[in-house]
């Protein structure tokens, strides 16, 4: 399965700032997804990146505030735009792979771990 | 609406068998996934059922009943480095995943 590089893995910011987590993938794949998952809460689809073209955003995320770029088939970045303590939470990039099963199974990085003061 | 429940959390002891059961209601269906999440890391592929009955895989099994909209999963053996979050999410008709929020195992000596 994929090797999925993410940084950073934790960091604190200050309100109204903006980080950016970087996803490296060591494998060229056509969908990269980011995801949200806060303290004891399910996983939340972000968007999903597709290498030139615009990310494809779910229901209740928009891209002034969750800006990503996929420049290449192995790379993507996501941002946290103009940050609230609501923001805090933990961001995972994933890509999905066929598997023996047919499943297109999931594997994720480690996640970057944000808290905003 | 599309959900997926499962217990928050759950106890077991070394060496014991548990099961972690899961109910989903998806707007169609292409399959249940089962993940491991240790605390402070990623989520780990376990299993998949698009089928019903059970799929075994060394010390852990899943089991899917499609009728009921219902799937554990089985444990057996159970090590302390079993002690993680198990997370069940559904594929409905678009293949999008929804996800459960996760049940926490803890394992005790």
């Known amino acids: 399965s994929a090797v999925i590089s993410q940084k950073p893995s934790r960091d604190i910011c200050q309100r109204g700032t903006s980080l950016t987590i970087q996803c490296q993938v060591d494998?060229?794949?056509?969908?990269m997804f980011w995801y949200r998952q806060q303290p004891g809460q399910s996983l939340t689809l972000i968007a999903t990146?597709?290498?030139?073209?615009?990310?494809?955003?779910e229901s209740g995320f928009v891209i002034d505030k969750f800006p990503i770029s996929r420049p290449n088939l192995t790379f993507s970045t996501l941002t946290v735009s103009n940050m609230s303590p609501e923001d805090s939470s933990i961001y995972l990039c994933?890509?999905?792979?066929?598997?023996?099963?047919?499943?297109?199974?999931?594997?994720f990085g480690a996640g970057s771990r944000l808290t905003v003061l | 609406g599309q959900n997926i429940d499962q217990p928050t959390e759950m106890t077991a002891t070394e060496g014991a068998i548990v099961q972690i059961n899961c109910t989903y209601q998806?707007?169609?269906?292409?399959?249940l996934f089962w993940y491991q999440q240790h605390a402070g890391e990623a989520p780990t592929f376990l299993s998949y059922?698009?089928l019903d009955g059970l799929e075994e895989k060394g010390r852990f099994s899943s089991f899917l009943s499609r009728s009921k909209g219902y799937s554990y999963l089985l444990l057996k053996e159970l090590q302390m480095k079993d002690s993680a979050s198990y997370l069940c999410?559904?594929?409905?008709?678009?293949?999008?995943?929804?996800w459960g929020a996760g049940t926490k195992l803890i394992i005790k000596p």
């Open positions: 994933s890509v999905g792979q066929g598997a023996p099963s047919g499943a297109n199974v999931l594997t």
């Open positions: 494998s060229q794949v056509t969908m």
């Open positions: 998806t707007s169609g269906f292409n399959g």
């Open positions: 999410a559904g594929m409905d008709s678009n293949y999008q995943l929804i």
């Open positions: 990146a597709n290498q030139g073209s615009e990310a494809t955003y």
């Open positions: 059922n698009v």
